[in-house]
């Protein structure tokens, strides 16, 4: 069918029209006399020449809509009216329309194209905000009242229109959030921000707080410099009835952006970001915020950006010389690194700077601040000698542009010398002058002071108690006299330094007393209040200074002859001063062999000395120094081999001189040497089992060779009877440097007899060495006296043993044997501590790859020491370690690992083995050494029959290999011998690759064992043959045969009794499944759906609701057909069941209204026992929240209806006929939005309904759309329906829309419904069932008559209508 666009009315030619008048039947109704005919013909005279016209008809205001979210009033009139012409600004807005209480012109407003031809439409503009500031107007209908007279409205003609009727109409509110559509401009020179929104802004409800200006888009709030939060900010008088605002910051605001180097430098770097909180529009509406990140990218982009321009200038700035601190404070910040102190200077008068001061001071700042404080370092001083700067009056400042830039690089407004600025805080030094430090010259008798500032050199006055040299602790105190140096001086002298010169009495008493005036440690400058003064008068005041420097008398004493004793170990040395008996450095002093090239010498390190004359002085050496000099071969023996060198610092005279050097290389001789004759004696000794060393202790250095050591005997007795060990031997010998500690490393032996030994050597009391005479010497050859002694200290053995070998590993007979590196406990051994691992370091997240024993029985020995221990171990932890496979097949492959508590040795306090982990250490130790293969065939011990698993259980004595299992060599029989009834199990499977038990998968054998009746142990037996199957060795030992004349009965024969039952079950009605857990494996293929029910309660008593699940499917978690043998299941509902349950609140809402009920026999389990019936309450309903989608759709054109068809249960109650919209395409160019419609089908997973007549209309005019299947598409918005629980559908959008499945074209003819002919104004109106594709109608195909069947007048209409028109095509 063709359609056009467009409205035509149909105006009949006069002719027709006089024509239908002469038949008598006037459709208006007069009566047809002369006078109305005459009427009717001027009106049809008029109408057939063009005199009467439409402007003759009166113009109505019939409604109005003031929009308060657009801004726009609408007015609407019953005719086509001229909308380019009207005067918006005379329109009112009323809140009444009898007395005019409140009444607001629309001064404001403007007219707005309209694309509506009986409308008048106008932008309110700053009127709106009017409206909505003025309470009792414009917020319902009783107080919104438009008045439109004098407002020049015309109709198509121009004639103006007077007066309309006070009309009232329902003021739409404003409710939407105005956004940021432009960030205008940020001038930095004038502080102003320009924000630029969609709608109008109220500045009252202005939140500067919730405005931030950062980096960029998203920045990192964590960088404080990167972004700045405003305080407080004033909006300017153009923010008014305005939707831009004009924000003036304050220059607190202003300075802290400019503090931020990176911040709001250019419109790059100058991102506005705000929260709702920013501001409101005039209907209270809160803004959109433009958070931080890439969101309005645009509309926060700064469209212009005006720099700071401005110099800087400094407000003010103090001086504080207590603290040397100068401030300079700017109105802006500044950038320190461009500070140039050369270009500001301090003068002592405003206008004139002669005397002046040009700083040269460093800046302690930030790189950019306001307020910059300034180190004065040199310059105070300048400061303090100048005559001026005393106070605030004498204390200005000056500066030119360069001195320093603000952030923007704009230089400094100067300030010039002829009007200098002036301290605003003067602060004056009030700090007394002081001695800084202080030097005492015992050379040129001179004590010099170095004083915190200058002072008056007339005011030092040296006279007693004025300058104290005094001791620490202070009970020593020389009173200082003398003359200043450069005496005398002028008044007004200043000096920084000055000189005492000592007079004799105060050097001597210096010199005498050897606690003061000699050190820095001892000697403190006392000053008392008025020494001295400085130009501000200020005296100093009492103190003490500890700064001191010292020179020294340096003249040095000499060594002229010495004498060395080497029984007594006195050192007689002769000098040619005076020393100071305490002043001696032992370290200082070397004996040495030879006095030209020494190659043995001592360096002393400690001793004592004692003054004989004023010239000699005797010192006693250490015991240290004396044993060294003994032991030493060649040095200290005679005068030939004894020499002595010094170092300075070795004595001091008793001025503190030090002694003249004595090099090695010129050392001098001795005068004198007495040699040692005096034996050695064994003082100590220790025993240490932990490291088996015997350590010696002798009053003197002995030799180390030769020593019998078969006269030492280590014994736990000095009397007889007694256990004892004599000594062998020693592995290694080491001494001390002074020969008198001997330590013999005793050999492994000697220490493995003595740990053997328990009650010797573990104590201090059963520790007893005796030796013979001479066995040992001293270095002069003095024998030792034969003796005996008990040890002094006994360290006993904390040291773990260690593993010394594995020795064996006999997997046949089931023994180990290890062997350690000293005695053990057999007694002590803890197997659980013990394992095999199949590597020196392997993975034991792998239990395959170790075990660790439990139990096992160590074998007698008679061997001593302990040193080897061989268990035997028990069946079960021989055979766990035949169950893994790899582990200890061979020596390479069985590797030991031994926790701390395996084993112990033989100490008084025994010591844990050491521990050997899951590590590549030991590799030697742990490696077996020899290894013994498994020979031994497996005997099956019992076995078992389960019909209720299908399997057989054989137990073995050992592990047996199922991957060499032959089945077919394994007979079931119902007798010991002679039987009746054998049945082979070939074709049995085995999963158990390593067991001892191993379990036999029948398969179908079950069922004929069942058949035959093997069910009680009674006629249960079993036979095999050798290759049945084989033991887990490499060898692969083949089982021993039980023939079938002989033949084992059965432990046990189990059968199954049980009915399978369903014990529990969950609803899904997200999935629509159902998720179904029996009590024990069904055959899931063989499940009957026809006999499952869903129902709403546990009985059938009254009439519940009851879903059967016929046809549903029995599913496995990957939605596949499942097998047999499982016990849960999923049950995938049919159509039918999913939309009942969906559409029933009554059922599947929650587990208290969900049953499944079964019949007999809807599954049998694994060994086919049918259920009974029973009744289960879900445990779980899982309600459905995924939205719907619409799969397909079908349009029938001829009948107007749609039929969507989507992938879950929709409902009918929710349905929104204007979310559906009939499109031309994927994305549409041609559309009709449904505006209504009626359901033609209840809630499902098909939605059919019909299309109103108007929409049908709209559809059908289009020439373009939904003329086949092509052009045929839907979209549909979310909230067009709702699934069976409440959830919106997944929407249709343009761009993605769907296309029709079915479609079906409009194959019925139009039919002429009604007409209506109008004689009065020759009009023929008819209204047709549909649209119509063509409306300039044939006229001659129309005939008026006057009877509907039997017509007897007739007329025939032939001329052309005058006009056509049509509002829809079908009237």
């Given at each position: 069918?063709?359609?056009?666009e467009?409205?035509?009315?149909?105006?009949?030619?006069?002719?027709d029209?006089?024509?239908?008048?002469?038949?008598g039947?006037p459709?208006?109704?007069?009566?047809?006399?002369?006078?109305?005919?005459?009427?009717?013909m001027?009106?049809?005279?008029?109408l057939?020449f063009?005199?009467?016209?439409?402007?003759c008809?009166?113009?109505s205001l019939?409604?109005?809509?003031l929009?308060?979210?657009?801004g726009?009033?609408t007015?609407?009139?019953?005719?086509?009216?001229?909308?380019?012409?009207?005067?918006?600004?005379a329109i009112?807005?009323?809140?009444d329309?009898?007395?005019?209480?409140?009444v607001?012109?629309l001064?404001?407003?403007?007219?707005?194209?309209?694309?509506?031809?009986?409308e008048?439409?106008c932008?309110l503009g700053?009127?709106k905000?009017?409206?909505?500031?003025?309470?009792?107007?414009a917020t319902?209908?009783n107080?919104?009242f438009?008045?439109?007279d004098?407002?020049?409205?015309?109709?198509?003609?121009?004639t103006p229109v007077d007066?309309?009727?006070?009309l009232s109409?329902t003021p739409e509110?404003d409710i939407?959030?105005?956004?940021?559509?432009?960030s205008?401009?940020?001038?930095?020179?004038?502080?102003?921000?320009?924000?630029?929104?969609d709608?109008?802004i109220n500045?009252s409800t202005?939140?500067f707080t919730?405005?931030?200006?950062?980096?960029?888009?998203?920045t990192?709030?964590?960088?404080?410099?990167l972004?700045y939060?405003l305080?407080?900010?004033t909006?300017?008088?153009?923010?008014?009835n305005?939707?831009?605002l004009?924000?003036?910051?304050?220059?607190?605001?202003?300075?802290?952006?400019?503090?931020?180097?990176?911040?709001?430098t250019?419109?790059?770097?100058?991102?506005?970001?705000?929260?709702?909180?920013?501001v409101?529009?005039?209907a209270?509406n809160t803004?959109t915020?433009a958070g931080?990140?890439q969101?309005?990218?645009?509309?926060?982009?700064?469209?212009?950006f005006?720099?700071?321009?401005?110099?800087?200038d400094?407000?003010?700035f103090?001086?504080d010389?207590?603290?040397?601190?100068?401030t300079?404070?700017?109105n802006e910040?500044?950038?320190?690194?461009?500070?140039?102190?050369?270009?500001?200077?301090?003068?002592?008068?405003?206008?004139d700077s002669?005397?002046?001061?040009t700083l040269?001071s460093?800046?302690?700042a930030?790189?950019?601040q306001?307020?910059?404080?300034?180190n004065?370092n040199?310059?105070?001083?300048?400061i303090?000698?100048?005559?001026f700067?005393?106070?605030?009056?004498?204390?200005?400042?000056?500066?030119?542009s360069?001195?320093?830039?603000?952030?923007?690089?704009?230089?400094?407004?100067?300030?010039?010398?002829?009007?200098?600025?002036?301290?605003r805080?003067?602060t004056?030094?009030?700090?007394?002058?002081?001695?800084i430090?202080f030097?005492l010259d015992?050379d040129?008798?001179?004590?010099t002071?170095?004083?915190?500032e200058?002072?008056?050199v007339?005011?030092l006055?040296p006279?007693?108690?004025?300058?104290?040299?005094?001791?620490?602790?202070?009970?020593?105190?020389?009173?200082?006299?003398?003359?200043?140096?450069?005496?005398?001086?002028?008044p007004?002298?200043?000096?920084i330094?000055?000189?005492?010169?000592l007079?004799?009495?105060?050097?001597s008493?210096?010199?005498?007393?050897?606690?003061?005036?000699?050190?820095?440690?001892n000697?403190?400058?006392?000053?008392?209040?008025?020494?001295?003064?400085?130009?501000?008068?200020l005296?100093?005041?009492?103190?003490?200074?500890g700064?001191i420097t010292?020179?020294?008398?340096?003249?040095?004493?000499s060594l002229?002859?010495f004498?060395?004793d080497?029984d007594s170990?006195e050192?007689?040395?002769?000098?040619?001063?005076?020393?100071?008996?305490s002043?001696?450095v032992?370290?200082?002093?070397?004996?040495?062999?030879?006095?030209?090239?020494?190659?043995?010498e001592?360096q002393?390190?400690?001793?004592?000395?004692?003054?004989?004359s004023?010239l000699?002085l005797?010192?006693?050496?250490?015991?240290?120094d004396?044993?060294?000099?003994?032991g030493?071969?060649?040095?200290?023996?005679?005068t030939?081999?004894t020499?002595i060198?010094?170092?300075?610092d070795a004595f001091?005279?008793?001025?503190g001189?030090?002694v003249?050097?004595?090099?090695?290389?010129?050392?001098?001789?001795?005068?004198?040497?007495i040699p040692d004759?005096?034996?050695?004696?064994?003082?100590?000794?220790m025993?240490?089992?932990d490291?088996?060393?015997?350590s010696l202790?002798f009053?003197?250095?002995?030799?180390?060779?030769?020593?019998?050591f078969s006269q030492i005997t280590i014994?736990?007795?000095?009397i007889?009877?007694?256990d004892?060990?004599?000594?062998?031997g020693?592995?290694?010998?080491s001494?001390?440097?002074?020969?008198?500690?001997i330590?013999?490393n005793?050999n492994?032996g000697?220490?493995?007899d003595?740990?053997?030994i328990?009650?010797l050597?573990?104590?201090?009391t059963?520790?007893i060495?005796?030796?013979?005479?001479?066995t040992?010497?001293?270095?002069?050859n003095?024998?030792i006296?034969?003796?005996?002694l008990?040890?002094?200290?006994?360290?006993?053995?904390?040291?773990?043993?260690r593993?010394?070998?594995?020795?064996l590993?006999?997997?046949?007979?089931?023994m180990?044997t290890l062997?350690f590196?000293e005695p053990?406990?057999?007694?002590?051994?803890?197997?659980?501590a013990f394992?095999?691992?199949?590597?020196?370091?392997?993975?034991?997240?792998?239990?395959?790859?170790?075990?660790?024993?439990t139990?096992a029985?160590?074998?007698?020995?008679t061997s001593?020491?302990?040193?080897?221990?061989?268990s035997?171990?028990?069946?079960s932890?021989?055979?766990?370690?035949?169950?893994?496979?790899g582990?200890?097949?061979?020596?390479?492959?069985?590797v030991?690992t031994?926790e701390?508590?395996?084993i112990t040795?033989?100490a008084?306090?025994?010591n844990?083995?050491?521990?050997?982990?899951?590590?590549?250490?030991?590799?030697?130790q742990?490696?077996?050494?020899?290894?013994i293969?498994?020979?031994?065939?497996?005997t099956?011990?019992?076995?078992t029959?389960d019909l209720?698993?299908?399997?057989?259980l054989?137990?073995?004595?050992?592990?047996v290999?199922g991957?060499?299992?032959?089945?077919?060599l394994?007979t079931i029989q119902?007798r010991?011998s002679n039987?009746?009834?054998?049945v082979?199990?070939?074709?049995a499977?085995?999963?158990d690759?390593?067991?001892i038990?191993?379990?036999?998968?029948?398969?179908?054998v079950?069922r004929?064992?069942?058949?035959?009746?093997?069910?009680t142990p009674?006629n249960?037996f079993?036979?095999?043959?050798?290759?049945?199957i084989a033991d887990?060795?490499?060898?692969?030992?083949?089982?021993i045969a039980?023939?079938?004349?002989?033949?084992?009965?059965a432990t046990?024969?189990?059968?199954?009794v049980?009915?399978p039952n369903?014990?529990?079950?969950v609803l899904?009605?997200d999935?629509?499944?159902?998720?179904?857990?029996?009590?024990?494996a069904?055959r899931?293929?063989?499940a009957?759906s026809?006999?499952?029910?869903l129902?709403?309660t546990?009985?059938l008593?009254g009439?519940?609701?009851?879903?059967?699940?016929?046809?549903?499917?029995f599913?496995?978690?990957?939605?596949n057909?499942?097998?047999?043998g499982?016990?849960?299941v999923?049950?995938?509902?049919?159509?039918?069941?999913?939309?009942?349950l969906?559409?029933?609140?009554n059922i599947g809402?929650?587990?208290?209204?969900?049953y499944?009920?079964i019949d007999?026999?809807a599954f049998?389990?694994?060994?086919?026992l049918?259920?009974t019936?029973?009744?289960?309450?879900?445990?779980?309903?899982v309600l459905?929240d995924?939205?719907?989608?619409?799969?397909?759709?079908n349009?029938?054109m001829d009948l107007g209806?749609?039929d969507?068809?989507f992938?879950d249960?929709?409902?009918?109650?929710?349905?929104?006929?204007?979310?559906?919209?009939?499109?031309?395409?994927?994305t549409?160019?041609?559309m009709?939005q449904l505006?209504?419609?009626?359901?033609l089908s209840?809630?499902g997973?098909?939605?059919s309904?019909s299309?109103?007549?108007?929409?049908l209309?709209?559809?059908k005019?289009?020439d373009?759309?939904?003329?086949?299947r092509?052009?045929?598409?839907?979209?549909m918005?979310?909230?067009?329906?709702n699934?069976?629980s409440?959830?919106?559908?997944?929407?249709?959008t343009?761009?993605?829309?769907?296309q029709?499945?079915n479609y079906?074209?409009?194959?019925?003819?139009?039919?002429?419904?009604?007409y209506?002919?109008?004689?009065?104004?020759?009009?023929?109106?008819?209204?047709?069932?549909?649209?119509?594709?063509?409306?300039?109608?044939?006229?001659g195909?129309?005939?008026?008559?006057?009877l509907?069947?039997?017509?007897t007048d007739?007329?025939?209409?032939t001329?052309?209508?005058?006009s056509?028109s049509?509002?829809?095509n079908?009237?």
């Open positions: 069918m063709h359609r056009r467009g409205t035509r009315a149909t105006q009949l030619d006069p002719s029209l006089t024509n239908s008048k002469m038949m039947r459709s208006s109704g007069f009566p047809p006399n002369s006078s109305n005919r005459s009427l009717i001027f009106v049809f005279t008029l057939l063009g005199i009467l016209t439409s402007g008809n009166a113009v019939i409604g109005s809509t929009d308060l979210n657009t726009q009033l007015l609407s009139f019953d005719i086509i009216i001229n909308n380019t012409a009207g005067d918006c600004s009112q807005i009323a809140s329309d009898t007395n005019l209480i409140l607001i012109p001064t404001n407003s403007n007219l707005s194209p309209s694309s509506v031809n009986t008048l439409v932008d700053a009127d905000i009017t409206l909505l500031e003025t309470p009792g107007i319902v209908r107080n919104t438009v008045i439109a004098n407002s020049g409205i015309v109709d198509p003609s121009g007066r309309f009727p006070i109409t509110p939407t959030r105005p956004s940021l559509s432009r205008v401009l940020f001038d930095v020179d004038n502080g102003i921000l320009v924000l630029s929104f709608d109008y500045p202005l939140n919730e405005l931030i200006l950062q980096f960029d888009f998203d990192d709030y964590s960088n404080p410099q972004f939060r305080g407080e900010a909006c300017t008088s153009q923010c008014e305005s939707d831009t004009y924000i003036n910051l304050t220059l607190a605001d202003l300075n802290q952006i400019k503090l931020r180097l990176q911040l709001c250019s419109k790059t770097d100058c991102v506005p970001t705000f929260s709702s909180f920013f409101k529009d005039y209270n803004v915020s931080n990140g969101t309005n990218v645009a509309e926060r982009l700064l469209f212009d005006v720099s700071d321009t401005t110099p800087p400094l407000d003010a103090d001086i010389l207590e603290r040397d601190v100068l300079l404070v700017f910040p500044v950038n320190v690194d461009t500070l140039e102190l050369k270009f500001i200077s301090l003068q002592g008068s405003r206008t002669t005397n002046s001061v040269s460093s800046a302690s930030d790189t950019s306001i307020e910059l404080i300034l004065l040199s310059d105070k001083q300048l303090k000698d100048s005559l700067f005393n106070s605030e009056n004498d204390t200005f400042l000056s500066l030119t360069e001195a320093i830039n603000d952030v923007m690089g704009n230089l400094v407004s100067p300030i010039l010398s002829d009007n200098a600025l002036q301290v805080n003067y004056k030094d009030e700090t007394p002058p002081f001695i430090s030097e015992l040129a008798n001179s004590l002071f170095l004083f915190s200058l002072i008056l007339n005011s006055i006279l007693t108690n004025t300058f104290l040299l005094d001791s620490i602790p202070g009970n020593v105190n020389i009173t200082l006299g003398g003359t200043i140096q450069g005496s005398p001086f002028t007004l002298s200043e000096v330094s000055a000189i005492l010169l007079d004799d009495e105060s050097i008493r210096i010199e005498r007393d050897d606690m003061i005036g000699n050190d820095t440690s000697t403190l400058l006392q000053v008392f209040n008025g020494a001295f003064q400085d130009r501000n008068d005296y100093n005041l009492d103190g003490t200074v700064n010292f020179i020294y008398d340096v003249t040095p004493p002229l002859a004498t060395l080497m170990g050192l007689l040395m002769t000098f040619d001063d005076v020393i100071n008996s002043s001696v032992f370290s200082s002093i070397i004996i040495q062999n030879d006095g030209v090239d020494p190659v043995l001592r002393l390190t400690d001793g004592n000395s004692t003054s004989l004023n000699i005797t010192l006693v050496l250490s015991f240290d004396l044993t060294y000099l003994k030493v071969v060649g040095l200290a023996e005679t030939a081999n020499y060198s010094l170092f300075s001091l005279d008793t001025t001189s030090q003249l050097e004595i090099s090695t290389r010129n050392a001098l001789v001795a005068q004198s040497v004759t005096t034996p050695p004696i064994l003082q100590s000794f025993l240490d089992m490291s088996d060393n015997l202790t009053d003197e250095p002995v030799k180390v060779d030769p020593i019998i014994a736990n007795s000095s007889s009877p007694r004892e060990v004599v000594l062998s020693t592995d290694a010998i001494i001390n440097g002074t020969q008198r500690v330590t013999y005793l492994i000697d220490t493995n003595i740990k053997e328990r009650n050597a573990t104590v201090s059963n520790t060495i005796d030796f013979l005479n001479d040992f010497l001293d270095t002069a003095n024998g006296i034969e003796s005996q008990q040890s002094d200290q006994l360290i006993p053995d904390t040291t773990t043993p593993l010394q070998n594995f020795v590993f006999d997997l046949d007979s089931g180990f062997s590196n053990v406990i057999e007694s002590s051994i803890d197997f659980t394992s095999f691992q199949n590597d020196f370091s392997t993975n034991r997240s792998n239990p395959n790859n170790f075990y660790t024993l139990m029985v160590v074998l007698p020995t001593t020491p302990t040193l080897e221990v061989t035997q171990f028990s069946n932890d021989l055979n766990q370690i035949k169950l893994r496979d582990l200890c097949e061979e020596n390479t492959n069985c030991p031994i701390a508590a395996f040795d033989r008084t306090t025994p844990f083995i050491h521990a050997v982990t899951n590590t590549r250490d030991y590799l030697a742990r490696l077996l050494q020899t290894y293969e498994d020979t031994t065939s497996p099956l011990l019992n076995f029959l209720i698993s299908d399997q057989l054989l137990t073995f004595d050992e592990p290999n991957l060499l299992l032959d089945s077919s394994i119902d010991v039987s009746s009834a054998t082979t199990i070939g074709g499977t085995t999963a690759i390593r067991a038990i191993i379990s036999i998968e029948l398969g179908d079950a004929i064992l069942r058949a035959l009746g093997f069910n009674n249960t079993l036979s095999l043959l050798p290759g049945a887990v060795s490499i060898l692969s030992n083949p089982v039980i023939p079938d004349d002989n033949a084992i009965q046990a024969v189990f059968t199954d049980i009915t369903i014990t529990s079950f899904d009605l999935s629509n499944q159902l998720l179904i857990t029996f009590s024990e069904i899931a293929s063989e009957q026809s006999q499952f029910f129902q709403n546990s009985d008593v009439s519940p609701v009851i879903i059967p699940l016929s046809g549903s499917s599913v496995d978690e990957n939605n057909p499942i097998g047999d499982v016990d849960t999923r049950v995938n509902l049919v159509q039918d069941a999913i939309e009942l969906k559409i029933n609140s809402t929650q587990p208290s209204n969900t499944l009920r007999d026999n049998i389990d694994i060994t086919e049918p259920n019936s029973a009744v289960t309450r879900a445990s779980q309903v459905d995924t939205p719907s989608q619409m799969v397909s759709f349009l029938d209806r749609l969507f068809t992938n249960v929709v409902s009918s109650e929710s349905v929104s006929f204007s979310s559906f919209t009939i499109q031309d395409g994927v549409g160019t041609q009709v505006t209504g419609g009626s359901v209840t809630s997973f098909v939605f309904l299309i109103t007549d108007a929409d209309t709209r559809i005019l289009n373009f759309l939904a003329t086949d092509s052009n045929t598409y839907v979209t918005s979310a909230d067009a329906l699934d069976a409440g959830t919106d559908v997944i929407a249709i343009d761009s993605n829309a769907l029709v499945m079906s074209g409009d194959v019925t003819a139009p039919a002429l419904l009604t209506v002919l109008d004689l009065n104004v020759g009009s023929f109106i008819m209204t047709f069932s549909e649209p119509l594709s063509d409306t300039d109608p044939d006229i195909a129309f005939t008026l008559q006057n509907d069947v039997g017509a007739t007329v025939a209409l001329a052309p209508p005058k056509v049509s509002t829809d079908r009237t």
